[in-house]
């Protein structure tokens, strides 16, 4: 079964620029998606497709896909951006199936 | 705009069937997309069930494959989700979201519903 490896917590100051990562076998050949999930809140996609973006939300968010590694930029921080973000791909095997990442906690310090 | 709306029994005890229906406003069900239902345990991560097509095709997660009956009534424009022989296990946060279709395959969850807390215990 094919895993999502994330880092359980990231640190940041406001104003300077966060990166998550999402490891995975060849991650670099699927699709990626991202999720932010504020407490008590539903998840919010952020980042589809590696890099594109839903409308509505800020340029700060990017995102990159390569080799074995996925990752989520978020440039001026905020305290807003708090959060949980969950990276998604789908894992075409013989057994097709969506699998999400462990989830990261993004601390604005 | 779409708008997903979980429903169901907020209590449900061990050993039986876990139901949920996801109503969808602001789109068709019938006009395209996949469908799909993903838990939350209390303090813990996502956990994808299964999706389904408007024409009844589905996937679910291989861990969940043998308890799972995905659903889709697209004259109510709604979709379902029983879980079997539930246990404690089962505790979570129950959300329904619309996924988005790439490269023919279901992908990204986007928008979602608010979400539902069902509670396994006798």
């Known amino acids: 079964s094919y895993v999502l490896t994330q880092p359980p917590s990231v640190s940041v100051a406001p104003g300077k620029t966060a990166r998550i990562t999402c490891g995975g076998n060849?991650?670099?050949?699927?699709?990626v998606h991202w999720y932010q999930q504020k407490p008590g809140q539903a998840p919010v996609l952020v980042i589809y497709?590696?890099?594109d973006r839903p409308s509505g939300i800020p340029e700060r968010f990017s995102g990159s896909n390569s080799g074995n590694t996925a990752t989520l930029t978020i440039s001026r921080v905020e305290a807003g951006d708090e959060a949980d973000y969950y990276c998604?791909?789908?894992?075409?095997?013989?057994?097709?199936?969506?699998?999400f990442g462990g989830g990261t906690k993004l601390t604005v310090l | 705009q779409v708008q997903l709306q979980e429903s169901g029994p907020g209590l449900v005890k061990p050993s039986e069937t876990l139901s949920l229906t996801c109503a969808v406003s602001?789109?068709?069900?019938?006009?395209?997309?996949?469908w799909g239902w993903i838990r939350q345990p209390p303090g813990k991560g996502l956990e994808w069930i299964g999706s389904?097509?408007?024409?009844?095709?589905?996937y679910y997660n291989p861990s969940l494959k043998s308890r799972v009956t995905i659903s889709v009534d697209t004259s109510k424009n709604q979709f379902s989700l029983k879980l079997s022989s539930v246990t404690a296990a089962d505790t979570a946060v129950y959300y329904c979201?619309?996924?988005?279709?790439?490269?023919?395959?279901?992908?990204?969850?986007?928008?979602w519903g608010q979400g539902t807390l069902v509670t396994v215990s006798s």
């Open positions: 389904i097509y408007h024409s009844g095709s589905t």
């Open positions: 998604q791909v789908w894992d075409s095997s013989s057994d097709p199936h969506v699998v």
């Open positions: 602001g789109y068709s069900i019938s006009s395209g997309y996949y």
């Open positions: 979201a619309r996924q988005g279709l790439g490269g023919g395959s279901p992908n990204w969850f986007d928008p």
């Open positions: 060849n991650i670099g050949s699927k699709s």
């Open positions: 497709y590696d890099s």
